[in-house]
């Protein structure tokens, strides 16, 4: 992209926005943060100027509280907005779920009401796979049916996603990206920012990793007898750089446009539960003895992406593979056993 955007990053210190803080940086854009910090640390915020060259302006704003958005759109004048800030733990959604309906859709129509008091008319939005619910044909494709999801977390998003298509129609000066994440890990390969779950992680990558320092002191496979290669659950795991560029990409795709559009960001690959632990070995140089635990509630066996119509419209597709992915997660890991905390 040719011109300089001033991009509004809502949970820009979470683990995906601070990735694609960076990589907008670095593109040569410039970085406006709103979080409050629920779930994430204001400490990645040095790291991110460290190695993006400049410090981020930083709000720290509950995206669902108006006024205070209103006082950062008076201040801030902003191209567009990346939407990432949510509730995201899916365990949690079901225990909590009218917390997650509140937070999630009233952080997404509190943003696009004051997006269109302010005139800011770009949003790439923050959605995820969990949209598509248990699917019998796979790889995943964008026209295929969404909304029978299986958690509040997932339904949060499905909605969101209506609630941002219909305000694009309702408009003739917003536009939208609708990114469907599907499995991001790594870490940025300076080792200097990476994912830093509060507590115990509920994802795999995360959960490897803090055992692999010793933090955690067992490593438990949820379930052996699925109907895939090897028993474990397969996935579409994806760099989270990968992730943060197609976000630049979205960028470049609809600034100028009017309407909106959806893309699966994947690799278009499915690696299964044993084959991550056995990369993630390779690239932490130790045996990962395992245990084999029941079955996950809510786990589905299989689910990965075709990703062509971001590699059509966009012109991006994924370039780092699960060994690299694997050496970036132990490089931040290893360097960082306590993530942010110390
Ligand atoms: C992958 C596989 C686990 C931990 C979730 C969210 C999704 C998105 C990505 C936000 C499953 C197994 C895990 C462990 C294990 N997040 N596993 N031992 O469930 O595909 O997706 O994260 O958008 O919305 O649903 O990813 O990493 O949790 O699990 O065996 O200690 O690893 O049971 O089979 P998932 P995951």
Not at 66 to 87: M, P, Q, Y
């Amino acid at each position: 992209m040719s011109n300089k955007l001033r991009v509004l990053l809502t949970g820009g210190c979470g683990y995906i926005g601070s990735h694609t803080a960076v990589e907008l940086m670095r593109a040569g854009h410039e970085v406006v943060i709103a979080d409050n910090l629920v779930n994430s640390s204001a400490a990645v915020l040095p790291r991110i100027e460290e190695l993006g060259g400049k410090k981020p302006a930083f709000y720290n704003v509950d995206v669902c509280d108006k006024a205070a958005l209103d006082d950062l759109f008076n201040r801030e004048s902003v191209d567009a907005v990346i939407h990432f800030a949510g509730l995201k733990c899916v365990p949690e959604s079901v225990e909590k779920s009218t917390l997650y309906y509140r937070n999630n859709l009233t952080s997404t129509i509190n943003l696009l009401e004051r997006m269109a008091d302010h005139g800011v008319n770009y949003i790439v939005f923050s959605s995820s796979a969990t949209v598509y619910g248990e699917q019998d044909t796979m790889p995943l494709r964008e026209d295929m049916p969404t909304g029978a999801c299986t958690n509040p977390y997932g339904m949060t998003k499905h909605m969101s996603e209506i609630i941002i298509r219909d305000a694009a129609k309702a408009s003739d000066s917003l536009g939208a990206v609708l990114l469907r994440y599907f499995n991001p890990i790594g870490a940025d390969a300076s080792g200097r920012i990476g994912e830093d779950p509060q507590g115990i992680p509920n994802n795999l990558l995360p959960y490897v990793a803090q055992f692999a320092t010793g933090r955690r002191k067992r490593l438990f496979v949820n379930g052996n007898d699925y109907p895939t290669r090897d028993g474990t659950c397969i996935r579409d795991y994806i760099h989270v750089t990968d992730l943060a560029i197609a976000h630049i990409k979205a960028l470049e795709f609809i600034v100028g446009k009017q309407g909106h559009e959806v893309f699966n960001i994947g690799t278009g690959n499915g690696y299964s539960v044993l084959e991550v632990i056995e990369a993630f070995s390779k690239a932490c140089g130790k045996e990962l003895k395992y245990e084999f635990a029941p079955r996950r509630a809510g786990d589905i066996p299989t689910c990965y992406a075709d990703p062509s119509k971001a590699e059509r419209l966009l012109g991006w597709r994924a370039e780092r593979d699960l060994k690299r992915m694997c050496e970036d997660t132990w490089r931040w890991q290893s360097n960082n056993p306590m993530g942010y905390g110390k």
